[in-house]
Nanobody, 123 residues
């Protein structure tokens, strides 16, 4: 079992930046593949970014070049640095984790989830 706790959400103006953090406990963090997903009201939960336990990173086209995912295995944390934010980035952002090898992009492929943190970007 893995417990995930996100922090760092909030309200920001368009063009601004936010950094989300997610702390994990319950399993060897260095062997977990971590991801960030987001869900806007009335919409599906969508892939944002993922970092494998081997430190390979992947991004959705909508955030590529603006967002950066990283991890600190000593602190059991994964981060999402979000720059040049747009109103369409407004959503609840979820941290997720999965074991195994390889990269996955679908929400159902992740085993453990945080409670989510709200990000609101005003125009």
């Amino acid at each position: 079992q893995v417990q995930l706790i996100e922090s760092g959400g909030g309200l920001v103006q368009a063009g601004g930046s936010l950094r989300l953090s997610c702390e994990a406990s319950g399993r060897t963090f260095s062997r977990l593949n971590m991801g960030w997903f987001r869900q806007a009201p009335g919409k599906e939960r969508n892939f944002v970014a993922t970092i494998t336990w081997m430190n390979n990173t992947y991004y959705s086209d909508s955030v590529k070049g603006r967002f950066t995912i990283s991890r600190d295995d000593d602190k059991n944390q994964v981060y999402l640095q979000m720059n040049s934010l747009k109103p369409e980035d407004t959503a609840v952002y979820y941290c997720a984790a999965r074991g195994g090898i390889g990269v996955r992009y679908q929400a159902y492929q992740f085993e453990w989830w945080g409670q989510g943190t709200q990000v609101t970007v005003s125009s």
